[in-house]
């Protein structure tokens, strides 16, 4: 896995904080060498987390490769002021045109995952850039700077991706070697996550079709009265259904935390909203019995028709569009119903 470490530390050469940085990111050059990654930086500047990310991959015994790729300006890192056990390091130079802005995009998109830690302006640009670009990002933000900023961004990403919302205790609280493994088990939940796997043209357009086929069934199975059977009704909520859910899935893809998130298959989404839907119409029909001791909402008079087929499609169009809500809103009906027979 090839892995892009970004950052800088950010405090006063006096300050308390700065040895613990450094040492921060030789245990996380540790860990990556120990896990066989790849490592992509850009400096060999002592106010970049990137130097003592070397130090800690050239402490393991072994070679290992590190990719140093920065603009074509400058001095190649570590040729005038290498680490301690260089001789371990196999570098990659590699130069692109422009400024560091696009230095940057080269680096991500050279990478399966970013880690960024401490860090100024620059850093945020990557954290910010890198969901962008379909590749996820692990901030760290026990020290603080744009890390914890971009922690704070993607928290809710975080917290769809079990690897990392477990450990996220470890990511805040002071430093410790044993971090490390948590880092390494963090950016592999990410990666295997797939949050941030780009769309491709074919299924953008596929949903245009479903949304389109299903607008389509819907107005001439609701322009058909009188119908021909109740099982109309049971087609117009599950027509609905799904058009809510393709309208949430749209609507996710378009969050501004990120824009390029998916969240579950279509599959179980749609299937999820579909048992939300029958659950709400049968709390419906309980209502119904409830109050008129019959299900007229199954035997509608002609005059009624319109209406039933409005409840029907409000319901499934709710329990697509705010799956995780009507499912609240169910479990508290049936709840109270459950508890009602109990007494």
Not at 38 to 44: K, N, Q, T, W, Y
Not at 81 to 104: A, D, K, L, Y
Not at 110 to 128: K, L, P
């Amino acid at each position: 896995m090839k892995v892009l470490v970004n950052g800088s530390n950010h405090f006063d050469d006096s300050g308390s904080g700065r040895p613990k940085f450094e040492q921060a990111c030789r245990d996380i050059g540790v860990a990556l060498a120990k896990a066989g990654h790849d490592l992509i930086i850009g400096s060999s500047n002592p106010t970049t987390a990137d130097r003592y990310i070397v130090e800690g991959v050239a402490s393991v015994e072994g070679k290992h490769t590190v990719s140093v790729l920065r603009p074509d300006e400058g001095l190649s890192p570590f040729s005038e002021n290498p680490v301690p056990h260089q001789e371990r390091i196999q570098f990659r130079f590699m130069r692109c045109r422009g400024t560091w802005t696009v230095g940057r995009i080269h680096q991500i998109l050279a990478a399966d995952v970013v880690i960024i830690i401490g860090g100024g302006r620059g850093t945020a640009q990557v954290g910010y850039s890198a969901p962008l670009l379909g590749v996820p990002v692990l901030a760290l933000p026990v020290f603080g700077g744009a890390a914890r900023e971009v922690w704070d961004y993607l928290e809710r990403d975080y917290d769809r991706v079990p690897g990392v919302k477990e450990r996220s205790a470890q990511f805040r609280e002071a430093w410790r070697p044993e971090h490390a493994n948590a880092v390494m088990a963090g950016v592999k939940a990410l990666v295997d996550a797939k949050l941030y796997k780009t769309r491709r043209a074919w299924q953008g357009v596929a949903e245009l079709l479903l949304s389109v086929g299903l607008l389509v069934s819907w107005i001439w199975l609701f322009s058909r009265l009188p119908f021909p059977g109740m099982g109309s009704f049971f087609v117009l909520l599950l027509l609905s259904a799904l058009l809510g859910t393709v309208l949430r899935r749209t609507l996710r893809s378009l969050s501004k935390s990120s824009q390029a998130q998916q969240g579950p298959a279509f599959s179980p989404d749609a299937v999820c909203s579909l048992l939300v839907a029958f659950g709400l119409m049968l709390i419906a029909f309980m209502g119904d019995l409830t109050m008129t001791g019959k299900l007229d909402l199954l035997n509608p008079q002609s005059a009624d028709l319109q209406r039933v087929s409005i409840v029907f499609s409000v319901i499934g169009f709710f329990a697509g569009f705010l799956m995780e809500k009507a499912a609240r809103l169910l479990a508290a009906k049936l709840g109270s119903s459950m508890s009602g027979e109990g007494e």
